[in-house]
């Protein structure tokens, strides 16, 4: 598991990692902390990092973001345009929140008037300066980050498909190409394996079966929805059209023909399979909440 701090002032941001040091191992957990002072910093190392916290500076320093100032650690790297145009923490949420929806945010800030923008970006909560290590324990305990770790490494365990390693967690969609299978990542390129359409899906959801955590943060054994018989009747994995995979824990909203991923994908829906598309996502939604 990995956790990124963003806090422009330096003082500030070396006391908070301290202070979650500290948290880590009085609960003899695992789990490493990279430190930034800009957005440009941390974005440019989002792009090789999964992070599944990120506490967030709700204000950031333009002059800091300007100057394209090293993060803690030392390390600094050209960014795209977009990364310029980073004007505050909220900004930065968005942009994680466009390319992964499981990374659980944090607001670093001196006030809670932010309901709106914590809304907008799914937020799990605040972290108020002073930051105190009493704040700092109370925050990590709300949001379970204990089990979050347990889940991380579930999250991170691969299936082996045609040689390749890989992490089902990190596969949003897939699509047939003759003899091939192309593997839509929530990270990097699409990933091209010569293999059996249904010895992907098989594998995968086979994956998912085995350990559970990775599915739906927590809710074990959410694949599995019994029928009548006992049987499971929705798998994590689901073919929407022939030929198309999808990730049914990335899908975000469904249309007449098409499901919507988090990041923008769209993935068809054949025409007769759409009453049954949209009643998997539904129960696999559904179960969420139990």
């Known amino acids: 598991m990995k956790i990124a701090i963003l806090e422009d002032n330096l003082d ?16 003899t957990l695992d789990v490493a902390v990279d430190a930034f002072r800009t957005a440009r910093a941390f974005l440019a190392g989002y792009e090789s990092n999964r992070y599944e916290l990120v506490l967030l500076d709700c204000y950031l320093d333009s002059t800091l973001m300007d100057l394209g100032q090293e993060s803690s650690q030392g390390s600094s790297s050209e960014t795209s345009g977009e990364a310029n145009q980073i004007e505050t923490g909220f900004d930065v949420a968005k942009r994680i929140r466009k390319a992964d929806s ?11 008037d932010f309901a709106v923008e914590s809304y907008e ?13 009493e704040r700092v324990a109370e925050m990590l305990d709300k949001i379970g980050l204990t089990e ?6 579930s999250d991170q365990r691969t299936v082996n498909i045609a040689g390749c390693d890989i992490v089902p967690a990190d ?6 190409s003759g003899h091939y299978v192309d593997l839509y990542m929530t990270h990097g390129e699409p990933l091209r394996l010569r293999v059996n359409f249904s010895d992907v899906q098989d594998a995968l959801n086979a994956a998912a079966l085995a ?14 929805i019994p029928s009548e018989e006992g049987q499971r009747r929705v798998q994590q994995f689901y073919s929407c059209a022939r030929g198309y995979l999808v990730n049914l824990d990335d899908v975000v909203k469904i249309k007449e023909d098409e499901y919507v991923l988090y990041n923008g994908s769209r993935v068809p829906i054949s025409r007769r399979n759409f009453k049954a598309a949209r009643e998997a996502w539904s129960a696999w939604s559904a179960q969420s909440f139990e």
């Open 148 to 153: 979050l770790a347990g889940l991380a490494e």
């Open 121 to 133: 970006v799914d937020a799990k909560g605040y972290l108020l300066k002073p930051v105190t290590y």
């Open 211 to 224: 350990y559970p955590s990775m599915q739906l943060r927590g809710q074990v054994g959410s694949s599995q």
């Open 171 to 176: 596969v949003m969609w897939a699509k047939a």
């Open 102 to 112: 499981k990374c659980q945010i944090v607001f670093i800030t001196s006030s809670r």
């Open 12 to 27: 500030e941001l070396r006391e908070i990692k301290a202070l979650v040091d500290r948290y880590l191992a009085a609960q």
